[in-house]
């Protein structure tokens, strides 16, 4: 049973389709993306947060990856589907299972795990599994609208902040500290400086450009300089220069970030 959803109030369900409104959609414009998960409420809270965003994106949220495929012979083809687990490990054999059939009944739509957790384990496990976002969940809500985007424009997301963690793991932990060049850091501005600090805090372009009141290109200009002052090739080496060695899950995760349009 197919149940549409209006502004004004959302029809119970729990299981079958819930479409939500489309506002200002212009045939041939629109975006469509399958939202699964399994708890109604989040179903619901997620749904509406993802229509909010923009006038021309259409959602369609589903109980479980069989109610989808059970239906998607009258869908169109989705631009992405959001698979939210919540609290959930990737290890799981059900959300193992779960992901596995998506990859093999709908394996050319990118796939985006929405989980509760951010340990890099769990991220190298869906990349091996085919996913190709990872949102946690404590991402702000601009953060996560970016990645979807990043996705759907054929990127790669990883969150950043896990490789950042990653990091400051290691520096925490036994054995020689991360040692800076800090003659290098000294050629930094003061401006290039606090972008410095927040690209190792694992913050993307856009909130960057936010907290320092300056333009998302403005950032991007600073950061080229950085790069350049550090002798780093790309912003995930700007985070983790001089570091020992890594740990092979950790070196999956930063071949990732290298991939286009990878770190968020």
Known sequence: MTTVATRGGVPPSSRGLEHEPHVGHQAGKSMLIVLID????????????LQEGSADLRVVS???PADLLDTSRSLSAPNIIIFSIGA???RDPDILGKTTLLRRHMSRIPLVLLCDRDDVEEIVDAFEHGVRGYIPTNLEPSEAAAALQCVAA????VPASAVIKLVQDRQSGPG?????DT?????LTPRESEVLARLRQGKPN????????ITENTVKVF???ILMKLDASNRTEVACQRGPELSSSSQAILRLTDEPRAVG
């Open 38 to 49: 399994r708890r109604p409420l989040t179903r619901q809270c997620i749904s509406r947060w």
């Open 62 to 64: 589903v109980g479980s």
């Open 88 to 90: 959930a490990s990737v």
């Open 154 to 157: 054929g990127g790669t997301f």
């Open 176 to 180: 020689t500290p991360i040692e800076h």
């Open 183 to 187: 003659s290098a850091l000294r050629r």
């Open 206 to 213: 856009k909130i960057i450009a936010h907290e320092l009141q």
């Open 223 to 225: 950061v080229r300089r």
